[in-house]
T-cell receptor, first 115, second 112 residues
Framework: NAGVTQTPKFQVLKTGQSMTLQCAQDMNHEYMSWYRQDPGMGLRLIHYSVGAGITDQGEVPNGYNVSRSTTEDFPLRLLSAAPSQTSVYFC??????????????FGPGTRLLVL | GDSVTQMEGPVTLSEEAFLTINCTYTATGYPSLFWYVQYPGEGLQLLLKATKADDKGSNKGFEATYRKETTSFHLEKGSVQVSDSAVYFCALRTTGGFKTIFGAGTRLFVKA
């Protein structure tokens, strides 16, 4: 049982490049989410999904796209990277959105640097 | 709006020292409160929680009491160890909703 996995661990992009951050979980969780963590700020919710085929915006969705074609995977896409997207990105999953944050499992994070 | 404020770090302590990390919140109604810990290279893990006023959450020697009168949820440990070195996040879940608000995090260094 690997829990929540994220790849890559670290990535450097140039402004305007695109990339996909991968997130997978093997716990059959319905709810998955993406956060970004910036210095001096708490985690902020980017997008979330309550099940395959269903996604919605969080607090800071601009510049990011998501899709959820399977229960296991929830990739985050940056279509045209900007320096403001330099951050650490965390994926999390839970068996239900109703279950609350205390039941969320977090991945180890992806550190992204946009030059 | 709802918010969480934590003391700025880093906090540097010697082993066996007493730890306090302050957390205050602003929220309507009766939020649930949490402390998360993030060890180097890992994701956040739930450390403890409290769901109503005067509740005390505890785990691994850490404690925090939900104080509604002072809107606080300070994290304490009587004797820290080197292995407690990590970043600690205070968080709240809004009343009746699914929104979670995290504080900025406080980095703790414990020296042997």
């Amino acid at each position: 049982n690997a829990g929540v996995t994220q790849t890559p661990k670290f990535q450097v992009l140039k402004t305007g490049q695109s990339m996909t951050l991968q997130c997978a979980q093997d716990m059959n969780h319905e709810y998955m989410s993406w956060y970004r963590q910036d210095p001096g700020m708490g985690l902020r919710l980017i997008h979330y999904s309550v099940g395959a085929g269903i996604t919605d915006q969080g607090e800071v969705p601009n510049g990011y796209n998501v899709s959820r074609s399977t229960t296991e995977d929830f990739p985050l896409r940056l279509l045209s990277a900007a320096p403001s997207q330099t951050s650490v990105y965390f994926c999390a999953s839970s068996y239900s959105r109703l279950a609350g944050v205390e039941t969320q499992y977090f991945g180890p994070g992806t550190r992204l640097l946009v030059l | 709006g709802d918010s969480v404020t934590q003391m700025e770090g880093p906090v540097t302590l010697s082993e066996e020292a007493f730890l306090t990390i302050n957390c205050t919140y602003t929220a309507t109604g009766y939020p649930s409160l949490f402390w998360y810990v993030q060890y180097p290279g890992e994701g956040l893990q739930l450390l403890l929680k409290a769901t109503k006023a005067d509740d005390k959450g505890s785990n691994k020697g850490f404690e925090a009491t939900y104080r509604k009168e002072t809107t606080s949820f300070h994290l304490e440990k009587g004797s820290v160890q080197v292995s407690d070195s990590a970043v600690y996040f205070c968080a709240l879940r809004t009343t009746g909703g699914f929104k979670t608000i995290f504080g900025a995090g406080t980095r703790l260094f414990v020296k042997a």
